[in-house]
C-alpha cells in the first residue's frame, strides 16, 4: 500500500485472546459476540497488526507485538499462537531486523511492546538493534511506576535494554519522528499513550492503537473495559473519527483479525462502517 511517497504494510506477529467482556466494556455480549465470537474462557481472538513503514532514507516499525519471551502459563493464559512472527513477517517483505531504525511504540503493554526485545544467553536484547525507540515521556514514567490497575500489562525487558544502549527516546507532545510520521498523544486507554499519523501527497493514514483496536470499536461507546479514562477517550474518538470520515484516512486496527485497515464512512443508515480493500486500493493506491 502507498501513501503518498511512503509505502505501508502490515506486519503480523502472534495472534492472541483476551476477555471479550474486557475488550468491550458495557457492550452487552449479546452484541459484541456477533462480531468476535468467545470461546469457552470467554475469550475473544485478537491480532497484533504492526505497521512497517518505508521512506526515502529511513524504515520504521509502528509497533511490535507480544514478542516470544513467554513461559508456557504466559501462552496458555493468552492464548498465544506460534505464528506468524513480527521476523517472519517482515522477513517476507524482505526486511531485516537491522535495517528498522525507529520503533514506535503507543504505549508500553506487553501487546504492544513484547516484541521490542528478544532473549540472548537468557538476557533481554533489543531485537532490532539500529533502531530508536520513541514513546511518550508521561507513558515511560507511568511504566517503570505503575498503579495495581495495570501493573500487570508491564514488564521493563520489553523497553529498559534500548535505554541501556542509549536508545530510548522519551517524548512530549507531538513530533514528527521521520518525514511524514508524526505522533500524537492520544489518552483515554491510558494517560500516556500517542497515536501515529502519517501524511504523504494529500494523504493520511492513522494508527489509533488501543483507541481503535478493531473495527468494531468504531461506534463510539464501544470501548474496551482496560481503557483507564472512558469519558476523555469517547471525546478524543468523537474528534478523530469525524476528521477521519471527512478527509478519508487509512486507518489502521491493531487487534482486528479480520480487518487491519480500512476507510471509515458514514452510511445513509446514519451508522458509520469501514471499506476495506477494494475501496483502499482505488483510493491510495
Not at 498503579?147 to 535494554?161: F, K, M, Q, V
Not at 535505554?163 to 512530549?172: F, I, S, T, V, Y
Amino acid at each position: 500500500m502507498r501513501v503518498g511517497d511512503l509505502r505501508l504494510d502490515i506486519v503480523a506477529d502472534a495472534h492472541f485472546r483476551l476477555d471479550g467482556g474486557a475488550m468491550f466494556g458495557v457492550v452487552p455480549k449479546v452484541l459484541w459476540e456477533r462480531k468476535f465470537p468467545a470461546d469457552d474462557k470467554n475469550r475473544i481472538g485478537l491480532a497484533t497488526n504492526c505497521l512497517l513503514v518505508r521512506g526515502e532514507g529511513f524504515t520504521a516499525l509502528v509497533e511490535c507485538g507480544l514478542g516470544a519471551k513467554w513461559d508456557d502459563r504466559g501462552r496458555e493464559l493468552y492464548a498465544i499462537a506460534s505464528s506468524p512472527t513480527l521476523g517472519a513477517s517482515l522477513a517476507a517483505l524482505g526486511v531485516k531486523a537491522e535495517e528498522i531504525d525507529a520503533l514506535v511504540l503507543s504505549h508500553l503493554h506487553f501487546d504492544h511492546a513484547g516484541g521490542a526485545t528478544r532473549l540472548e544467553n537468557g538476557r533481554a536484547v533489543p531485537a532490532f538493534p539500529n533502531a530508536t525507540l520513541y514513546v511518550q515521556s508521561e507513558e515511560l514514567a507511568h511504566a517503570r511506576a505503575p498503579h495495581e490497575r495495570d501493573r500487570a500489562s508491564y514488564d521493563a525487558a520489553n523497553w529498559e535494554p534500548y535505554a541501556a544502549a542509549g536508545r530510548l527516546e522519551g517524548l512530549d507532545g507531538e513530533v514528527e519522528v521521520r518525514p511524514g510520521l508524526r505522533v500524537v498523544p492520544l489518552p483515554g486507554h491510558n494517560a500516556g499513550m500517542q497515536a501515529v499519523r502519517i501524511d504523504s501527497g494529500a494523504q493520511t493514514a492513522f494508527y489509533f492503537a488501543d483507541a481503535l483496536p478493531t473495527s468494531a470499536h468504531v461506534p463510539l461507546p464501544w470501548m474496551m473495559g482496560y481503557d483507564l479514562y472512558p469519558v476523555e477517550l469517547l471525546e478524543n474518538k468523537r474528534r478523530l473519527l469525524a476528521e477521519a470520515v471527512r478527509e478519508r484516512w487509512l486507518c489502521v486496527f491493531e487487534h482486528d483479525p479480520d480487518v487491519p485497515w480500512g476507510v471509515i464512512v458514514d452510511e445513509p443508515d446514519g451508522k458509520r462502517r469501514v471499506h476495506v480493500v477494494p475501496v483502499l486500493q482505488e483510493h491510495f493506491d
